[in-house]
């Protein structure tokens, strides 16, 4: 399965919340838009814990070499 990014998945969660809110969404259908919806809010944490991380190695990096 092609890895999704990160503005993709903000998006297409946007879409799920937005059908949820405007009760768009059959009955039927809701528990599968919920799951994906967590699924896509574990793929953001995920990516910002990521970005998070390699941020503060840039950062560490760049205070090392200023010393």
Do not use: F, H
Request: glycine share 2%; hydrophobic share 35%; with cysteine.
């Amino acid at each position: 399965m092609k890895e999704i990014t990160y503005e993709k998945a903000i998006e297409e969660l946007e879409e799920i919340v937005s059908r949820i809110e405007s009760e768009e969404i059959p009955v039927d259908e809701l528990a599968e838009k919920v799951k994906r919806a967590g699924e896509l809010i574990k793929i953001c944490k995920t990516k910002l814990y990521k970005t998070e991380e390699e941020v503060k190695n840039v950062l560490s990096e760049i205070a090392e070499k200023e010393d």
